[in-house]
């Protein structure tokens, strides 16, 4: 029995190696800062395997309850057809939700360049990330010249 547990576990562990060489998990993650509560929350940009696999459960865990009430009430009229939907939009209905709830981005320039891309939205900056690396600041304003 523990030489197949001990199989088991390898193949696992060799199975997540592989997974995060890939980076299956999503595009990129960005990392957002409320302003007044002091609260960074990562939230991950692209195709979302966790809620193809677990459904409304993710988005239980990030407390997202309004997505995760849509999609659980979505999964029962269609029989969880809609997962299939929601897996690759929930990222970005969820970025969207923090950025209306004030969350603004702690990542730098090169980061936020191709997420902005992927989403197709503009991801407000936070002021002390802006103060803490001038040096993107004069990039960008050299390429605009």
């Known amino acids: 029995m523990s ?4 199989q088991i576990i390898k193949k696992y562990k060799l199975m997540m190696k592989l997974i995060n060489y890939l980076d299956f998990m999503a595009f990129s993650t960005l ?15 692209g ?3 966790t809620v193809f696999f677990f459904s409304f459960f993710p988005p239980v865990f990030r407390d997202d309850w309004k ?5 659980l009430v979505g999964a029962l009229f269609t029989f969880g057809f809609s997962t299939l939907v929601f897996m690759f939009i929930y990222n970005k209905l969820y970025v969207q939700s923090l950025l209306l ?26 002021e ?5 690396n001038p040096s993107n600041i004069e990039i960008r304003n050299i390429r605009n010249s």
Do not use: C
């Not at 990392?31 to 940009?45: G, M, R, T, Y």
């Not at 997505?67 to 999609?71: F, G, N, S």
């Not at 004030?102 to 936020?112: A, F, I, K, R």
């Not at 002390?128 to 803490?132: I, L, M, V, Y």
């Open 128 to 132: 002390e990330s802006k103060a803490a």
């Open 67 to 71: 997505w995760a009430l849509i999609i």
């Open 101 to 126: 709830q004030g969350y603004t981005s702690v990542d730098s320039e090169v980061v936020l360049e191709p997420i902005e891309m992927k989403l197709g939205m503009k991801i407000p900056r936070n």
């Open 47 to 49: 195709f979302s395997w």
């Open 31 to 45: 990392n957002l800062k409320h302003p007044d509560l002091e609260i960074i929350k990562q939230a991950p940009v």
């Open 3 to 6: 030489k197949f547990l001990t």
